[in-house]
């Protein structure tokens, strides 16, 4: 090293002298901006390896944040996403419960309410056939669940047992098209069939069109059937149609047929009376009769007090009393004349003037002739 320094020492001399000349004609030599000129030199030979550094610094902090430093924080994430998941799950069974107890002690209240014993059941499926109206509920034979029993709501009935077997039960809805329910109006106390379309409502048939029914009226079981107990609520009229000896009455049912969830089934039915149809009440304030009508009182009976006698007279008084004054100008008295005296000429006018009759004469009115 020392040899090469020796042998380009001079160089090395001119080099140094130089760069010591440059240095200080850049510290004296001043741009137009009052910027030295060793200033400028300085930094732009330093401004790009601190962009440079700003750059790698900027890299490995941006793999850090968003790769080392962000594994844990996603693993915990993820965590967090999970257990809320668990949560919703949870709150929605708990929710459900809720709700399930609550149709239960609706149920309940109902089955203290009825005399008929029931049974409670939970629907668990719907029928397979599309056309048809059906739902399986899991009460059957061990539960001495039979065809023909009555399943029904606290809204009101919803159809009867089709079929039973070992751990579940076949109900056809009343709104089957294979499904008919003996009826009573809760007005008219009429009886009718109500049929089911397959549909939301219902028809009731064999109705007389003379017999009143009116858009709201209520539809009880009648018992005729002999599957429903009487005296169970059905639903109510929505609609009439014309039709041809019968009226065309169509219902919708109280119970939710298309939201079943648990129901009862009556294991031994008992009738009941329908409720007492609401009587119009009495009125409870009467205002007073209107004052009478003077023209109408004068003819019909005794005078108004302050009115002049000629303002009461009616068509007979008049009569009565032009005959009286025809009768007076001819000489005589009617109700005074004796046996074979002539009768009065009351085709002629009286000559005499009309004298006002008394109040008590003038409204009394005149005997038929």
């Not at 059905?234 to 919708?252: C, D, K, P, Y």
């Not at 074979?340 to 009351?346: R, S, Y």
Request: proline content about 7%; overall charge negative.
């Amino acid at each position: 090293m020392l040899e090469l320094f020796e042998r380009y020492r001079n160089v090395t001399a001119l080099i140094a002298a130089v760069g010591l000349q440059l240095i200080l004609l850049g510290y004296q030599v001043r741009r137009d901006d009052d910027m030295t000129m060793l200033r400028s030199w300085t930094v732009g030979a330093v401004l790009p390896l601190e962009r440079g550094l700003h750059l790698s610094f900027d890299s490995v902090s941006s793999v850090w944040r968003n790769y080392v430093w962000l594994v844990g924080a996603r693993e915990e994430n993820a965590g967090m996403r999970r257990e809320l998941d668990v949560l919703r799950l949870q709150n929605q069974e708990l929710r459900r419960e809720m709700e399930r107890s609550s149709r239960r002690e609706q149920l309940v209240g109902y089955q203290s309410e009825i005399e008929s014993e029931t049974v409670i059941a939970e629907v668990i499926s719907v029928g397979a056939s599309r056309d048809s109206r059906e739902v399986f509920v899991d009460r059957g034979q061990r539960d001495r669940v039979r065809p023909g029993m009555a399943v029904l709501t606290p809204e009101g009935i919803v159809g009867k047992v089709q079929a039973s077997y070992p751990r579940a039960a076949l109900v056809l809805l009343i709104n089957d098209a294979d499904a008919a329910v003996g009826v009573v109006l809760g007005g008219s106390r009429v009886r009718g069939v109500m049929k089911g379309r397959g549909g939301v409502e219902c028809f009731v048939d064999y109705v007389s069109r003379e017999v009143e029914v009116e858009v709201g009226e209520r539809i009880y079981t009648s018992g005729d059937d002999r599957i429903f107990p009487k005296g169970l609520p059905v639903g109510e009229v929505v609609r009439l149609a014309e039709g041809g000896a019968f009226q065309s009455i169509w219902v919708r049912p109280y119970a939710r047929l298309d939201r079943l969830d648990d129901v009862l089934i009556v294991s031994s039915g008992v009738h009941q009376q329908l409720p007492a149809s609401p009587l119009p009440q009495t009125p409870g304030a009467l205002m007073p009769l209107p004052p009478p009508d003077a023209e109408a009182f004068i003819s019909s009976g005794p005078a108004f007090p302050g009115l002049p006698a000629e303002s009461q007279l009616n068509e007979a008084n008049k009569l009565k009393r032009r005959y009286r004054a025809v009768a007076e100008a001819q000489g005589m008295r009617i109700g005074v004349a004796e046996l074979g005296d002539p009768a009065p000429d009351f085709n002629s006018s009286p000559t005499p003037a009309l004298e006002p009759l008394p109040v008590d004469e003038a409204a009394t009115p005149a005997p038929a002739q």
